[in-house]
């Protein structure tokens, strides 16, 4: 998924990307039912249905999931509150967006609520043609003013990430009869009409406004989807029932999916509870994240005999980066020695053998898997990109790929605390009586807070490592809640962290890693990463017009973000573990970007 950037190569050109803007929109463009951001789509004009799913799945049966922790509100696009699981857009069944993401392509979207979408050669605007069924779950027809409403209410009132998008676009005007066009501040993000496309959820205009769009609320709003909000026990349990009147039943986005006629989430208060819920036969599905308990706590008798399947699902996608994260805004982080030291003295061989049951791949890119992982030094498209900040960016860049360092096993990483030692020394932290200092005087402490009890056992091996060379790192395990705020307030020293890639990496990198987000409040940059060559290549990946393109611009950042070691990376899954009692049924193909739950359906179902 990509999210936002700002205009790249003339972004000190104000005008000429005003002027750009400008031309673009006299451009002509054909209406079409599906928008790529590099290639043609894989399903032409008039398709049956995605080859990925049954397009003869059975209707009825209920699905019966879990969530940790608690809910207080049904509005998933504002800051306050935590939502309920289920309701977010991203999940498919309740809120819905112009066009559907297929999950077999590298980025494409087809339209869904949009019956066609227009786009010109440059990318200036797109243009959106509604279908004329779009309609709410009460009958209501959705509207060009419920697209413009949505459009103007997310980028002033909604969650940051979607304000910087969305505010990139300088008009919403209606065309025609069910049109409706977005046009640019600039033209220089290829990626920005698939993000007004994929990712804008359509809001009711009417619904909101009697209501307070800002604040939380347990009131199911109004939308568009194949479900609706049958039952709320707030921060216990909700309930969605299959809408029998969904406008887009038929829609070949949706054939084969949205199978269930209700689906249960109840919540669970940590991990340990939920899982012994499931063997209970208590709810029917859980996606494993956990290589250890799935290693040691599934051989339970339903999986013995055969009524639960344990599955690891092969997908496409890069691994993503997990990630012990640096706060580069405290000041003891600002030397990148110190930050390899600290990576030296992660010993990831031993804790995978003795603490995850060999479960885990060591992460040396958050492209790992695809071939947007560096490989060999730069050179062609990737090297041109890099080479204006040579001098800039450590000199690591222009040579083999990172690669962290690494161990025998045995517990005993003698070789790699002796070389983060000296890196502590040259950084001016050295010892004085068992302890890092400064000449400020000032002893290195550092604190790993952490929200998941099985991550644990894996602060306090590093910890442990960490005293060795002189570092105090005590482990502090906090709630959901508590460490949600300590993360939006950039109160912390070193966390638990994800960041999710897909093979069409963009918008959502300069969330992750850009300059404008580093002190964004609730943001996604929680390392504060402000590097001008990040944001460059993060540029060029929205710019990227070809394939070679967007792989050379995603190999160039990874490298300039593995080698200044903003963050520790850590590990990653071999694929999507997947126990499910058998009466869940699945479909044989699993797409590259693996297995959703509208694919599903309930095998009793007649």
Not at 233 to 261: C, E, L, M, S, T
Not at 491 to 513: A, H, I, K, R
């Amino acid at each position: 998924m990509r999210e936002f950037l700002t205009c790249p190569i003339l972004r000190n050109l104000g005008f000429a990307c005003l002027l750009t803007s400008a031309v673009s929109t006299s451009v002509s463009a054909a209406p079409e039912h599906a928008i790529t951001m590099l290639g043609s789509a894989k399903y032409a004009s008039g398709f049956d249905h995605f080859d990925y799913v049954n397009a003869d799945a059975p209707k009825g049966g209920n699905l019966r999931l879990h969530a940790l922790g608690s809910f207080d509100t049904l509005n998933p696009y504002i800051v306050r509150g935590k939502p309920a699981a289920g309701v977010h857009h991203g999940f498919g069944m309740y809120f819905e967006t112009l066009a559907k993401r297929s999950r077999d392509e590298p980025f494409t979207l087809y339209g869904l609520l949009a019956e066609s979408i227009e786009t010109p050669g440059d990318r200036g605007w797109v243009e959106f043609t509604l279908h004329p069924d779009a309609a709410f779950s009460d009958g209501a027809p959705l509207t060009v003013a419920d697209v413009v409403f949505s459009w103007e209410i997310l980028k002033t009132k909604g969650l940051p990430n979607a304000r910087a998008t969305w505010s990139r676009v300088t008009t919403v005007a209606e065309t025609g009869s069910r049109r409706v066009r977005f046009t640019f501040a600039d033209n220089t993000d290829r990626e920005l009409p698939l993000l007004i496309a994929g990712f804008m959820p359509i809001l009711s205009k009417d619904w909101w406004a009697t209501r307070e769009f800002g604040t939380t609320t347990l009131e199911p709003p109004l939308a568009s989807g194949p479900y609706v909000i049958e039952e709320v026990d707030p921060g216990r349990k909700i309930v969605y029932r299959r809408n029998p009147d969904y406008w887009g039943r038929a829609r070949a986005v949706n054939r084969g999916q949205h199978n269930f006629d209700r689906i249960q989430y109840d919540y669970f208060r940590d991990a340990s509870v939920a899982l012994e819920a499931f063997k209970a036969g208590d709810y029917d599905l859980r996606f494993e994240g956990d290589a250890t308990r799935w290693a040691t706590q599934y051989a339970f008798p339903a999986a013995n005999v055969g009524r639960v399947d344990l599955s690891v699902l092969s997908t496409g996608t890069p691994s993503g980066l997990s990630a012990l994260t640096f706060n580069l805004r405290k000041p003891k982080f600002a030397d990148l020695r110190v930050r390899e030291a600290l990576t030296n003295a992660f010993d990831f061989e031993w804790i995978n053998k003795a603490l995850l049951h060999d479960g885990y791949r060591r992460t040396t890119s958050m492209f790992t898997g695809s071939d947007m992982a560096p490989v060999g030094p730069p050179e062609g498209t990737e090297l041109a990109l890099l080479e204006p900040w040579r001098g800039k960016i450590p000199n690591a860049v222009f040579g083999p790929p990172y690669s962290p360092p690494a161990t025998d096993g045995a517990g005993r990483p003698r070789a790699n605390l002796k070389r983060a030692a000296a890196l502590l020394d040259a950084a001016g932290w050295t010892i004085q009586d068992g302890k890092r200092m400064n000449a400020a005087g000032n002893s290195f402490r550092l604190e790993i807070t952490i929200r998941r009890p099985s991550n644990e056992k894996i602060a306090l091996a590093y910890a442990r490592n960490l005293k060795r060379i002189g570092i105090d790192a005590p482990v502090r395990l906090v709630e959901s809640a508590q460490f949600q705020g300590m993360i939006d307030t950039y109160d912390f020293d070193m966390v638990f962290g994800f960041w999710g890639v897909t093979l069409s990496p963009g918008n959502e990198q300069q969330n992750y890693w850009g300059a404008q987000t580093s002190n964004q409040p609730g943001g996604r940059n929680w390392a504060g990463v402000s590097d001008p060559a990040v944001d460059a290549m993060i540029n060029a990946l929205g710019a990227a017009k070809s394939r070679n393109e967007l792989v050379a611009a995603a190999r160039a950042l990874d490298r300039i973000l593995m080698w200044n070691h903003y963050v520790l990376p850590l590990y990653h899954d071999p694929g999507q573990r997947l126990a499910r009692w058998s009466r869940i049924a699945r479909p044989d193909i699993v797409p590259v970007y693996g297995l959703r739950l509208e694919t599903l359906w309930d095998a009793n179902a007649n």
